[in-house]
Structure formats: structure tokens, C-alpha cells
């Protein structure tokens, strides 16, 4: 039950994105979460990827299955 979430966070500006699934219908079911956004970084800014549940139980994040990819546009 509850909610899985994922955010990308500015340091500056606070939440670009976030995409949540309500989980009651899916308790045993694998999630896949993917999010994107276009931020304007100044020097010194970052942007972290983000994500959590409130199901109460403990979830695994499988990292053969994590990506988090950046890609600078000039």
C-alpha cells in the first residue's frame, strides 16, 4: 500500500519533477519510475535525483536497474 515517488530536486529552485504510483492494487508488483526535466544550472547548482515510499515496509531499490543521466545542452 501507499505511494512510491520519485523527484529531481534544484538546488536552488527546489522540485523540477516528481512522478508517484499509488501501490495499493500493485503491493507485489516490480515499479519502474522515470522522470525527466530541463533545468538552468548556474555555477555552483546541482540537481539530485530522489526517491522514496510511504508504505511503511521496507523496499529495495535495485541497482542493476538505477540510472540517473545528465546531459549538458550549450
Avoid at 2 to 27: C, M, P, Q, W
Avoid at 66 to 72: A, K, L, P, S, V
Amino acid at each position: 500500500t501507499g505511494e512510491r515517488i520519485a523527484y529531481i530536486n534544484h538546488s536552488a529552485d527546489g522540485v523540477l519533477a516528481k512522478f508517484a504510483i499509488d501501490t495499493s492494487a500493485n503491493v507485489n508488483q516490480e515499479i519502474e519510475l522515470a522522470l525527466s526535466a530541463i533545468a538552468d544550472l548556474a555555477n555552483g547548482e546541482y540537481v539530485t535525483a530522489i526517491v522514496t515510499q510511504n508504505s511503511g515496509g521496507a523496499l529495495n531499490v535495485e541497482a542493476a536497474n538505477t540510472n540517473f543521466c545528465m546531459i549538458r545542452i550549450a
